[in-house]
Every structure is written in structure tokens, then in C-alpha cells.
T-cell receptor, first 114, second 111 residues
Framework: AQSVSQHNHHVILSEAASLELGCNYS??????LFWYVQYPGQHLQLLLK??????LVKGIKGFEAEFIKSKFSFNLRKPSVQWSDTAEYFC????????????FGKGTKLSVIP | AAGVIQSPRHLIKEKRETATLKCYPI?????VYWYQQGPGQDPQFLIS???????DKGSIPDRFSAQQFSDYHSELNMSSLELGDSALYFC??????????FGNGTRLTVT
């Protein structure tokens, strides 16, 4: 069965610290991967996506993610976090093999301390 | 553990037809959200319900309507379908301020 795992439930960082949120997926065949963010009191936004091509994907607000096929990973990174990055982050995968099943991870809450 | 269930998984309709998408939240979750995501696009918030009442409305076309029933499941009704309605529709549920839990989505293809 397709699955997406986010191993960090809650991450607490100080401002200017570097961030890496883990995401692992188990899919067969073609997969599209996404990172979403939900800021407090706001609706879901797409941070970045990977469909094919360059495995290093750059998104909005200085975020990036690297698709490592051999590790089945799509970790989200940011070199220096800000207080405004405090939010819930979700990794998701979409199977492109015809089933069009979208699977979300359970989310990681990021708290950035000023 | 029970998850958010969406049905159908994939739906193919012709222009001007009607479609109904269903979302069954996690038991005891009181809030349901609907999102639409076109290919390569940001998810667009459509509408949400809290305790069976509409709580927030986003970019939902007038051709669409939704409701939450007494058992907390929600249905998104889409009429006069257009080619541009082809997208992935996913719903999420939550309880209070708990994190969202997502369904697997319904892929709607309008031909």
C-alpha cells in the first residue's frame, strides 16, 4: 500500500537555525511529491512539488526539498528559519500510475522560538 | 486507525454533467474542509463546515454546493461541469485545533 511517513511530530527550533523535516514514501512506479504548509489560522498552501527532472526542488519562502529515489525520501529543508515559519507542514505523494491516490503524512508541527 | 475516506477515487464526467463527491471524516472530528488542486497548482480552499454548519467559504464557484450531514460526512455537489473543473479534490477533517487529517482525494476528469 502507498504510504507517506513524517517521523517528526513536533520540531522546536530557534530563529536562524537550519531546518530539515523528514518525509519518506513507499510507492511503486511514478510518484509526484508535495510539501504543504498550514500557517496558524490559515488554509493549506503548496510549498513545493516534485514531478520529474532535477531532484532538488526549490519552493516559496526559501524552502527546498530533495528527492532521493534510493532512499525513498523527500526531505524539506531551509537554511535559516524565521519565527514566521511556525506552522504545520505536510508531505504528500500522488501516485501517477492511474490510481490518482493522494496520500498525506501526518504532519510535523514546527515551532520557531524568537 | 480510521482515516478520512473519500469516494469515488476517480470520476470521469462530460461537460455540463453533475458530479457528487463524498467525504467521511475521522470519527469525532467536527470540521471538514474541501480543497481543489489543479495540475501543478496550489490547492484552492473551497469551503468548510463545523458542526454541520458552513464555517468558511473560499473560491467555490456558484455551480458548486456542499453540505455536512448529521453523521458529519460531507458532500460536494458540482453542476454544469466545465473542462476547467478537472482537478484533484481532497477533503480534510479536524477536531478543534488539532492538525488536519486528509483523505486520498478524488480525481475528477471532465471531458
Amino acid at each position: 500500500a502507498q504510504s507517506v511517513s513524517q517521523h517528526n511530530h513536533h520540531v522546536i527550533l530557534s530563529e536562524a537555525a537550519s531546518l530539515e523535516l523528514g518525509c519518506n514514501y513507499s510507492y511503486g512506479g511514478t510518484v509526484n511529491l508535495f510539501w504543504y504548509v498550514q500557517y496558524p489560522g490559515q488554509h493549506l498552501q503548496l510549498l513545493l512539488k516534485y514531478f520529474s527532472g532535477d531532484p532538488l526542488v526549490k519552493g516559496i519562502k526559501g524552502f527546498e526539498a530533495e528527492f532521493i529515489k534510493s532512499k525513498f525520501s523527500f526531505n524539506l529543508r531551509k537554511p535559516s528559519v524565521q519565527w514566521s515559519d511556525t506552522a504545520e507542514y505536510f508531505c504528500a505523494g500522488l501516485s501517477g500510475a492511474g490510481s490518482y491516490q493522494l496520500t498525506f503524512g501526518k504532519g510535523t508541527k514546527l515551532s520557531v522560538i524568537p | 486507525a480510521a482515516g478520512v475516506i473519500q469516494s469515488p477515487r476517480h470520476l470521469i464526467k462530460e461537460k455540463r454533467e453533475t458530479a457528487t463527491l463524498k467525504c467521511y471524516p475521522i470519527p469525532r472530528h467536527d470540521t471538514v474542509y474541501w480543497y481543489q488542486q489543479g495540475p501543478g497548482q496550489d490547492p484552492q480552499f473551497l469551503i468548510s463546515f463545523y458542526e454541520k454548519m458552513q464555517s468558511d467559504k473560499g473560491s467555490i464557484p456558484d455551480r458548486f454546493s456542499a453540505q455536512q450531514f448529521s453523521d458529519y460526512h460531507s458532500e460536494l455537489n458540482m453542476s454544469s461541469l466545465e473542462l476547467g473543473d478537472s482537478a484533484l479534490y481532497f477533503c480534510a477533517s479536524s477536531f478543534g485545533n488539532s492538525p488536519l487529517h486528509f483523505g486520498n482525494g478524488t480525481r475528477l476528469t471532465v471531458t
